[in-house]
């Protein structure tokens, strides 16, 4: 949520007692947030939630080793594995702004050098947080259609399960994986997610 102030023109600020506030996503996109929380629009609609405690990051962090070692022994496949503050997912016909857990970008960024209206990546993953489940099993996998999502992992600490939604035209194929499996995915040759390593 970083733009350039133009002239006239005032930030908005938000906070919790923005959530459920209407607001348009160029306003939305320029808006700064209070520390403390995180901030997404979801159809015109602002989204306040906490950050996540240490049992979700760790979840993260667990993707993370086995994503960045993937990266290490295959540099080149993925362009840039950006966390929730380090990218925008913008759907003007939506009027939504998602920030992922996890986005993967296989592909360099288009111009401008901040490209969040452009560049959508190929893999998204959402750790499911308490309280949150319809936002991630329900709003996000709509939207991450929309937007040209190629992949989007549900990780599910809860039930110690990921659903892998994987692209078919303008439909999800879904499979879900439990216990000690392992995931491949032809968007990353050579990978394998490791779930006996994540739960």
């Known amino acids: ?26 306003r939305f996109a320029r808006a700064k947030g209070i520390p403390g929380y995180l901030y997404e629009l979801a159809k015109g609609v602002v989204t306040v939630v ?4 240490l049992p979700h990051g760790l979840v993260v962090q667990a993707l993370d080793r086995q994503l960045r070692g993937y990266d290490l022994a295959h540099p080149g496949v993925i362009h840039y594995m950006a966390g929730e503050a380090e990218c925008a997912l913008r759907l003007p016909g939506m009027q939504s702004e998602r920030h992922p857990d996890r ?14 209206d452009d560049w959508v990546p190929e893999i998204v993953i959402e750790v499911v947080s308490k309280g949150q489940e319809s936002r991630d099993y329900g709003e996000k996998r709509e939207e991450y259609l929309a937007a040209g999502i190629r992949e989007y992992w549900v990780v599910d600490p809860a039930h110690s399960s990921v659903v892998f939604l994987r692209r078919r035209g303008d439909r999800w194929a879904e499979s879900e994986l439990k216990g000690p499996r392992k ?3 032809p968007l990353l040759p050579g990978f394998e997610l490791d779930l006996a390593l994540v739960f």
């Open 1 to 26: 949520m970083k733009a350039k102030r133009s002239t006239g023109e005032k930030w908005a600020t938000l906070g919790p007692g923005d959530q459920g506030r209407r607001m348009g996503l160029d």
């Open 103 to 116: 986005a993967i970008y296989l592909s360099p960024p288009p111009e401008p050098v901040e490209p969040w």
């Open 183 to 185: 995931y491949r995915t």
């Open 50 to 53: 906490d950050i996540p405690g």
